[in-house]
């Protein structure tokens, strides 16, 4: 049994709804929770998977599992790669399509639910799971980990990234994963060989960002005075850079 911090069973991911995200509609029956702008979508790649492509991170038939509006998933079928981008919310998905068409890129989008994956074209050479795991409910995660593993050949490569409770200088959400609960839930099929902290572009503003993670830890009964008093840190582009871990693992 994977244990959780008290604001983490307060508060279930499966409450909140993503697509309505997109829609810039609120994502609980709490109408005061709006995301307003989506906050990972930052209108292009995210850096961090910029600097993986460029140093052959990628191969072969690649999949982006939650792949929201699709920027990464166009980034890497014009960097010449065959990509399957896949996400539950037809919202996104409609929105990742008309990107990818805008773009001249060769992207296949599917709806579809991440712990299933039925109906999705396999094998896959290469996963990247940007900043979905801590969104699934825990209860679900097994599932998606039989799911990845079941679509994916011998030796895929994933690229994972998800918030991190044990970080030092993690933010305070109700969604953060530790390294063990990814330990656990990987071990038995995937081998991880590599977890380090990275930072994360988002399309907050220091304003809606303690603003949202305040209402949400408000909701999950954690500490939402601690999201008033960290400081935000930027990157070169001047967007504000949340602490993640990275997660490369190998499918047995």
């Known amino acids: 049994m994977v244990n959780r911090s008290s604001a983490q069973r307060a508060l279930s991911v499966g409450d909140l709804d993503f697509d309505a995200a997109y829609r810039g509609k609120p994502m609980t029956a709490d109408s005061e929770l709006s995301l307003g702008a989506v906050p990972w979508d930052i209108g292009g790649p995210q850096p961090v998977l910029v600097e993986l492509e460029e140093s052959g991170g990628f191969e072969g038939h690649v999949l982006d599992v939650g792949c929201g509006t699709g920027d990464n998933a166009v980034f890497l079928a014009e960097r010449g790669h065959r990509v399957t981008g896949v996400d539950g919310s037809p919202h996104a998905i409609a929105q990742a399509r008309q990107r990818a068409g805008e773009a001249g890129a060769d992207v296949e989008f599917l709806v579809g639910d991440a712990t299933r994956l039925d109906d999705v074209p396999h094998p896959f050479d290469t996963v990247l799971s940007s900043a979905l795991y801590h969104c699934l409910p825990e209860d679900t995660r097994d599932d998606h ?10 030796g895929a490569r994933m690229h994972l990234f998800t918030f991190g409770v044990d970080l ?33 572009a988002t399309s907050f503003t220091p304003d809606a960002l303690r603003e949202v993670s305040t209402r949400l830890l408000d909701l999950a009964g954690g500490d939402s005075e601690r999201a008033r008093r960290v400081d935000h840190q930027v990157d070169a582009a001047g967007r504000i850079a949340l602490r993640m871990w990275y997660v490369r693992a190998v499918r047995t």
């Open 145 to 154: 980990v039989a799911a990845l593993h079941r679509v994916c050949r011998p």
């Open 168 to 200: 030092p200088d993690s933010y305070p959400m109700p969604t953060h994963i530790d390294q063990r609960e990814l330990r656990l839930r990987l071990g038995e099929s995937w081998t991880i060989d590599h977890i380090e902290p990275v930072r994360y």
